[in-house]
């Protein structure tokens, strides 16, 4: 299952022991309709093992200005409370592109 990470409940998500996925996408951003599925999917497929998360741009501005998010969609993988920017993923994106950077996490 995802979770919809807000500026309110970031830092409680950044704390998880396992390795996150973090979606930043928009409402108005064909890509992000695009991956939505492929991020519910992955999330489903991990549940358990990886912590997934969707972080809308224009409603956690806090964390996206943190995060220095410039364009959506744009995943980012953290391990070990640590963003692992090498595995950014920015622009369109396949399942397959993202589920290869999830497993890099293990």
Do not use: H
Request: one cysteine or more; aromatic letters at 8%; proline letters at 4%.
């Amino acid at each position: 299952m995802e979770i919809t990470v807000t500026d309110n409940n970031y830092q409680e998500v950044l704390s998880s022991e396992l390795p996150i996925v973090l979606d930043f996408w928009a409402t108005w951003c064909g890509p992000c309709r695009q991956i939505g599925p492929y991020i519910a999917e992955l999330a489903e497929e991990y549940a358990g093992r990886v912590v997934v998360g969707k972080c809308n741009i224009e409603e956690a501005t806090d964390l996206t200005s943190d995060y220095g998010i410039m364009s959506v969609p744009t995943v980012v993988f953290i391990k070990n409370g640590e963003r692992i920017e090498d595995l950014d993923l920015v622009g369109s994106m396949s399942k397959a592109d993202i589920k290869e950077n999830i497993e890099k996490l293990f």
